[in-house]
């Protein structure tokens, strides 16, 4: 299967609010309430931010939020701060069973 | 707490293999999924495949489907990913990641394994 398609890149002053998009089909984003992202610092693993499109785990910040419309996922951070500079990955489930993870936005804090 | 530990980075030759781990810790290793995610330099996240320890279920992407094996040790809560002939374009970061349960997304990462195939 191929990859989910983001944006390359994307930037935000402090304080800003950014999104991320992460689009696929119907037979991954589309068709199942299964989007999750990932924030990955460098060197680090990934860590999970959003899963089931809009959930957010145990100890991330209420400033991630997640959404879906049809294909398209997004992922929105709010009060951007420097902190948040970092590479993002959205990931997806697939009708294979298998999944599927977009090609990563790295994000700037200007 | 949930822990995945993986092994130490590797410097392998193309077309010497290769078997690298994952071992689990403060769950129940063979009722979470276990996958293998790759990272190529500057590159992003690609899910290799996934398999369930409790029968060895294992569901490969077509990328990836015979130029590796993914396994598993139930008495070991050890997860494999295995290269018999490694070419230099094998050369990353490789990640396991449980899945969590009744959905699907990675709720624990190991630290990532470096592999370099170099001559």
């Known amino acids: 299967q191929s990859a989910l398609t983001q944006p390359a890149s994307v930037s935000g002053s402090p304080g800003q609010s950014i999104t991320i998009s992460c689009t696929g089909t119907?037979?991954?984003?589309?068709?199942?309430?299964?989007v999750s992202w990932y924030q990955q610092h460098p060197g680090k693993a990934p860590k999970l931010m959003i899963f089931d499109v809009s959930n957010r785990p145990s100890g991330v910040s209420n400033r991630f939020s997640g959404s879906k419309s049809g294909n398209t996922a997004s992922l929105t951070i709010s009060g951007l701060q420097a902190e948040d500079e970092a590479d993002y990955y959205c990931?997806?489930?697939?009708?294979?069973?298998?999944?599927?993870f977009g090609g990563g936005t790295k994000l700037t804090v200007l | 707490e949930v822990q995945l530990v993986q092994s130490g980075a590797e410097v392998k030759k193309p077309g010497e293999s290769l078997k690298i781990s994952c071992k689990g810790s403060?769950?129940?290793?063979?009722?979470?999924?276990i996958a293998w995610v790759r990272q190529m330099p500057g590159r992003g996240l690609e899910c290799m495949g996934i398999l369930y320890p409790a029968d060895s279920e294992t569901r490969y992407s077509p990328s990836f489907q015979g130029q590796v094996t993914i396994s598993a040790d139930k008495s070991l809560s050890t997860a494999y990913l295995q290269w018999s002939g490694l070419k230099a374009s094998d050369t990353a970061i490789y990640y396991c990641?449980?899945?969590?349960?009744?959905?699907?997304?990675?709720?624990?990462w190991g630290q990532g394994t470096l592999v370099t195939v170099s001559s």
């Open positions: 119907s037979s991954d984003i589309g068709g199942y309430n299964y």
């Open positions: 990931a997806s489930y697939t009708s294979s069973s298998r999944g599927v």
């Open positions: 990641a449980r899945r969590a349960s009744g959905s699907y997304y990675f709720d624990s």
């Open positions: 403060g769950y129940s290793f063979t009722t979470y999924w």
